[in-house]
């Protein structure tokens, strides 16, 4: 399969790449899309950053559904996340999921366009959605949901029987009690410890956490299908 990825910014990728190349030889990185017109035409650790999102319909022209795959690596805001891969899928293109190898992936349940770096422990009876992502380190307690467009940063623990809703943010050394549900579009802010339920659109921050102010999103999800 020839692979783009959106966002030449993380060196971090390159050795992930790698990792998962030793894996599956097929997975060939073709090259980087990235919609700064100033990355256009450079290199990014040997890869050519080939141009914007615009170019995806030009990219699998002439391909089988299965030939090409994008990879989206943006993690910043959920909102870029969401409406860059939105424009990918809207342009044809292919989201596939970009998991490290060392990820144990049995008994769980996973959508597709996930980004999924090195250490994250996801245990037995969790499902995943579509366009999410997880950072060094995170642990996914069992039985446990995860929506759509959901970045979980390093060293978050989430316990078991959680839900957390499309589009939420939750920040670095987090920690999420068991069962709660965190609804959709939320900030949880880094260091926070989460004690009760989370309306959506809230930002929440502290130990425990509470509501400090609301997003202003204009999604209702975050379903890239």
Not at 180 to 197: F, P, Q, Y
Request: with cysteine; glycine share 12%; hydrophobic share 40%.
């Amino acid at each position: 399969m020839k692979v783009y990825m959106l966002g030449a910014k993380n060196p971090e990728t390159i050795r992930m790449i790698r990792a998962v190349q030793r894996y599956m030889p097929n997975f060939e990185v073709v090259g980087f899309i990235d919609n700064d017109p100033t990355k256009r035409n450079t290199d990014f650790y040997g890869y050519p950053v080939l141009g914007g999102i615009d170019l995806v319909s030009e990219l699998i022209k002439n391909c089988a559904p299965n030939d090409v795959g994008f990879v989206n690596l943006i993690t910043g805001k959920m909102v870029d996340r969401y409406e860059t891969s939105k424009e990918i899928a809207a342009s044809g293109g292919h989201l596939i999921n970009f998991i490290h190898p060392s990820v144990e992936l049995t008994m769980s349940l996973w959508g597709r366009g996930n980004y999924v770096q090195e250490g994250v422990i996801v245990q037995a009876g969790v499902i995943i959605g579509d366009n999410s992502s997880m950072h060094i380190g995170t642990l996914i307690g069992h039985e446990s949901i995860i929506g759509n467009t959901v970045f979980i940063a390093h060293g978050v623990s989430v316990s078991g029987c959680c839900e957390i809703g499309d589009g939420t943010f939750i920040g670095t050394n987090a920690t999420i009690l068991p069962r709660i549900k965190i609804g959709k579009w939320v900030v949880v802010g880094a260091g926070s410890v989460v004690t009760h339920n989370v309306p959506d659109y809230a930002v929440v921050v502290g130990n425990p956490a509470r509501i400090i102010k609301h997003n202003e999103v204009k999604y209702s999800d975050g379903r890239i299908y």
